[in-house]
Antibody, heavy 121, light 108 residues
Framework: QLQLQESGPGLVNPSETLSLTCTVS??????????WGWIRQPPGKGLEWIGS???????YYNPSLKSRVTISVDSSKNQFSLKLSSVTAADTAVYYC?????????????WGQGTLVTVSS | DIQMTQSPSSLSASVGDRVTITCQAS??????LNWYQQKPGKAPKLLIY???NLETGVPSRFSGSGSGTDFTFTISGLQPEDFATYYC??????????FGGGTKVEIK
């Protein structure tokens, strides 16, 4: 059974960089059948796609966040990571890592449990 | 960018009711639309992919239809465990992903 687990600080200072890692177990991140992504949800609000990465390293970002986002993959550790720079209170959210099936509508079929990141001094 | 308009934003229904949620895309997205269920404190769960395909293990009372710009999600015979928030999600240009605003299904 595939599992995804987010890890990283739960509190980040304004203007600093948010860094999260997703560890994938029960399957290989290097499969050509999947993309790996980050999605966030501010408290009490809806879902926002941040970006996704293919095992080859090709990345795709939400245009509204593109200037601040970097997603990378470490196949040797079966992990992928998110960095979001210059954070503000508006970046406070539950951050999910997830798997998208390649092809068609790229459905997101596996999700991590989510981790709350609060931006505050 | 493609915008997704989901309606209603909330609804009240009783166990056994038929519930319908719609999602409209700002431009043609073919059948590149998925539906998710989210319960409080939990990650979303994929229910329907490619507009009308039922994800493995999902009960058949859930269904989806539509193509182009107009899509419908239906629960035929609402069960107590179905009270949750539902989201549509579109994909375009490999992969740019946008979610609808969500529909909260509450107990009447």
């Amino acid at each position: 059974q595939l599992q995804l687990q987010e890890s990283g600080p739960g509190l980040v200072n304004p203007s600093e960089t948010l860094s999260l890692t997703c560890t994938v177990s029960g399957g290989s991140i290097s499969s050509s059948y999947y993309y790996w992504g980050w999605i966030r949800q501010p408290p009490g609000k809806g879902l926002e796609w941040i970006g996704s990465i293919y095992y080859s390293g090709s990345t795709y970002y939400n245009p509204s966040l593109k200037s601040r986002v970097t997603i990378s993959v470490d196949s040797s550790k079966n992990q992928f990571s998110l960095k979001l720079s210059s954070v503000t209170a508006a970046d406070t959210a539950v951050y999910y890592c997830a798997r998208h099936r390649a092809g068609g509508s790229y459905p997101t079929d596996y999700w991590g449990q989510g981790t709350l990141v609060t931006v505050s001094s | 960018d493609i915008q997704m308009t989901q309606s209603p934003s909330s609804l009240s229904a009783s166990v056994g009711d038929r519930v319908t949620i719609t999602c409209q895309a700002s431009q043609d997205i073919s059948n590149y639309l998925n539906w998710y269920q989210q319960k409080p404190g939990k990650a979303p769960k994929l229910l329907i992919y490619d507009a009308s395909n039922l994800e493995t293990g999902v009960p058949s009372r859930f269904s989806g239809s539509g193509s182009g710009t107009d899509f419908t999600f239906t629960i035929s015979g609402l069960q107590p465990e179905d009270f949750a928030t539902y989201y549509c999600q579109q994909y375009d240009n490999l992969p740019q992903i946008t979610f609808g605003g969500g529909t909260k299904v509450e107990i009447k």
